[in-house]
């Protein structure tokens, strides 16, 4: 009967055996990494243990991790917040006003210049001002009222068409109309500030239909209203506006005919056009008005014009959140320092126990692993914190100034990952000093 050569025999027996070895092999490694706790999900358990064993010291460090999280999460989100804000208060206030100066002009411009701004596309309305040099000394006068203290005043002349692009309303009695601005009406709109230095406010109070007066360059206007200076107009703040006209005529010298008497007289300094335009009009209507306003010289004129919105928005949000990001990065690095330092002090503490685990077949390996999934466990449950926490503080922070909540989601669903990496960055050197523990000196003591 037909059999095998010898030769295929001894192949087959010698192949049976390699694998036999290699089996016992792979058993033995096996055994022995059960029995040192090298195998990855051994060293996972041991880290959680360790982590759970420490509870006090973990809640710290967890905190640790949390602030520095916590900390770059609010800085950003409340930047990003402030930066809409003020990007949007700007819109609001500054984007629409466009600003036109005259210079050097032979007669100041007349309410028919104003009329042709207002012809402008994108032009809600426009109008005429000028401010007196020098600050005149204000007297206020009134029926039953006795003379008040004078106050040194700014005075400003302008017609309806400024009030309304200045965005001055009344907050008592009326507004110069164009009616008083035709006649050249002696007519005067006191700020709130002025009013109440002056003594107006309570007079105007007690007795609404009242008229008092106030005294310019030895001339009465008649009070008719009160205004609040609008915000960001500072110069509207403690003044007495009166109609245009008392800058137009005479050359822009109140009260000329007396100066030669010795009386006192106002002198009003250059005329402006001040332009409310429609938003994101005010760069074309600010090439537009020195022409509507003085066909004759054009070049004359200089127009001022907010800058480009989208300018000033992003160079907003460039440098506040370069500069909270820096705050950000400093309070990671203190989070990251304090873990480190932790963990360092637990390595110091367990030197018997790690030595231990190296004598029972545990290598440098495991021992840093372990370390190293300690402080990312730590770092994860830290990140998670303080996303929360960053999230919160944002929210209230923001909804507190009545802001719009602004949160980058790429950076809050990277929260958790963050204090990952910065646990386990931290962990680095605690866990090489720790693999560098020889088991002979732990074990010798």
């Known amino acids: 009967m037909w059999s095998e050569r010898p030769g295929k025999q001894e192949q087959k027996r010698t192949g049976r055996r390699k694998r036999e070895r290699t089996g016992n092999q792979e058993r033995t490694g096996r055994r022995k990494r059960e ?32 602030l520095g999280i916590a900390a770059a999460l609010a800085t950003t989100g409340i930047t990003a917040s402030a930066a809409d804000a003020v990007s949007g208060r700007f819109d609001a206030l500054k984007a629409t006003a466009v600003t ?26 426009a109008g005429l001002l000028c401010t007196a040099d020098e600050r005149p000394t204000v007297s ?7 003379w008040a203290t004078p106050q040194e005043l700014r005075v400003l002349a302008a017609d309806e068409g400024a009030l309304a692009a200045l965005g001055v309303t ?11 601005m035709a006649r050249g ?26 008229a008092p007066s106030v005294h310019l360059a030895g001339r009465p206007f008649t009070v008719i209203g009160t205004f609040r200076a609008p915000a ?42 001040v332009l ?21 010289g054009p070049d004359r004129l200089a127009a001022i014009v907010p800058a480009d919105l989208g300018t000033f928005r992003g160079g907003v949000e460039s440098e506040t959140r370069a500069l909270f990001l820096g705050l950000a990065g400093v309070s990671l690095l203190i989070g990251a320092l304090g873990v480190s330092n932790t963990t360092y002090v637990s390595v110091v503490e367990r030197r018997s126990e790690i030595g231990l685990r190296r004598a ?11 370390f190293l999934v300690e402080c990312g466990l730590l770092g994860l449950v830290g990140g998670v914190l303080g996303t929360a926490v960053g999230v919160d503080v944002t929210a209230g922070t923001a909804l507190a100034k009545g802001w719009l909540v602004v949160l980058d989601p790429r950076l809050t669903a990277a929260g958790p990952l963050l204090g990952l990496a910065v646990g386990m960055v931290a962990g680095v050197y605690p866990a090489l000093a720790a693999s560098r523990i020889a088991p002979a000196e732990t074990l010798r003591g």
């Open 185 to 210: 009406d002696a007519v005067a709109l006191v700020d709130t500030v002025a009013a109440k230095a002056l003594g107006l406010d309570a007079l105007l109070e007690q007795t609404p239909e009242a």
């Open 140 to 146: 206020a006068l009134g029926p039953g009222y006795d």
């Open 170 to 180: 009344a907050r008592s009695g009326r507004l110069p109309d164009a009616g008083h």
């Open 232 to 273: 960001g107009e500072a110069r509207l703040t403690g003044s007495v506006i009166v109609p245009y006209t008392s800058c137009a005529t005479d050359g822009g010298v109140l009260n000329r005919p007396q100066q030669a008497a010795g009386s006192d007289h106002l002198v009003f300094g250059a005329t402006e056009a």
């Open 35 to 66: 029995r040192t706790g090298t195998a990855f999900t051994d060293i996972v358990v041991q880290a959680v243990h360790a982590v759970l064993g420490r509870r006090l010291r973990s809640v710290l460090t967890v905190l640790g991790i949390a």
């Open 100 to 125: 036109v100066r005259f210079h050097n002009e032979a007669a100041r411009p007349t309410t028919a210049a104003a009329v042709r701004a207002r012809k402008l596309n994108g032009v809600r309305s």
């Open 276 to 296: 409310r335009t429609e938003l994101g009009a005010a760069q074309q209507v600010g090439l537009e008005a020195p022409l509507a306003l003085h066909p004759e």
């Open 360 to 370: 029972v077949g545990a290598g440098r390996a495991a021992v840093s692993a372990q």
